[in-house]
């Protein structure tokens, strides 16, 4: 088996039929002269309860579909995936990416040229044709001040922390090796897989796709964006209603990825600590009591 797609989903009805019916297209060679690559694919349902594994089911007979049992949460939910296929890569997937034709063939024939390539992510752009910045830099230890999302980001969007974060001075046309690239979508090959080991359960979501992508790096092998692969990301994490849930996981993300490659003296670590506690607490407050 040449691929196995591990899709991970959650109260995903939405658009999870179009992610999975653009797989087919995704996958089959853009030149014609050139052998479909093998695959299968994998849904791994998070415990919906909104009938989405049902709806996977009925509609999309061609996948497989693993039940949890109960939200083990992203990373761990990644890990049983790649347990359960063959592939000789691993193209890991968010419920609400769509694909261009040929782009998932595009990504593997890459893996394929670049045999030190760990993991490779495609380009990923939003719903209305903007960029989404997938390909990015280490966070540094505040980086939560200046990422995409942050107060800061927004009302400075041009400052250094968040351009380099981002990289948004390189014109995300060229393909080159990077820090990290989105869990959204990422291509990982097995045997690089092998060596790492899967994501960190210690992360329940958020912050494990940074993780990873390190300690590929860390372990000799690149991790790559390859722009000629593109998908279409139906739903950021800035968009629509987020659950205090999600808000204190990606805080206690943040925390953990903090203690695991930037501990410091321990008034630092502290400070950092109260930091992140403060602006988690203050955006649980503007979400509202109910979510």
């Not at 890990?79 to 968010?94: K, P, Q």
């Not at 968009?239 to 204190?248: F, L």
Request: charge should be neutral.
């Amino acid at each position: 088996m040449d691929l196995s797609v591990v899709v991970i989903t959650y109260r995903s009805r939405e658009h999870i039929l179009d992610t999975l019916r653009s797989l087919e297209p995704g996958v089959r060679p853009r030149d014609a002269s050139q052998p479909a690559f093998t695959w299968e694919c994998v849904v791994l349902d998070n415990d919906s309860h909104d009938g989405t594994p049902e709806l996977v089911e009925r509609e999309a007979p061609f996948v497989r579909l693993v039940r949890t049992g109960s939200n083990l949460g992203y990373a761990k939910a990644v890990n049983r995936g790649i347990a359960e296929t063959t592939g000789r890569y691993v193209l890991v997937l968010n419920p609400d990416c769509e694909w261009r034709p040929g782009a998932i063939d595009a990504l593997v024939r890459y893996a394929d040229a670049h045999p030190r390539c760990g993991l490779v992510g495609p380009r990923i752009v939003n719903t209305d044709g903007t960029l989404e910045y997938s390909a990015r830099s280490y966070p540094s230890p505040f980086a939560f001040l200046f990422n995409r999302y942050s107060l800061l980001s927004r009302l400075w969007p041009g400052n250094p922390w968040t351009r380099r974060y981002l990289l948004s001075d390189w014109d995300h046309q060229s393909p080159r090796s990077v820090d990290w690239v989105s869990g959204a979508a990422m291509l990982a090959r097995r045997d690089a897989i092998t060596v790492v080991g899967g994501m960190d359960e210690t992360f329940f979501m958020f912050n494990e796709d940074i993780d990873w992508c390190r300690r590929f790096n860390l372990s000799g092998w690149t991790v790559d964006y390859a722009p000629e692969a593109e998908t279409v990301h139906h739903i950021g994490a800035s968009k629509g209603e987020v659950s205090n849930r999600v808000i204190r996981e990606r805080h206690r993300g943040m925390l953990y990825y903090y203690r695991k490659y930037h501990r410091s003296s321990p008034p630092v670590d502290a400070l950092v600590a109260l930091v992140i506690e403060l602006r988690m607490r203050l955006l649980v407050f503007l979400n509202g009591p109910n979510r």
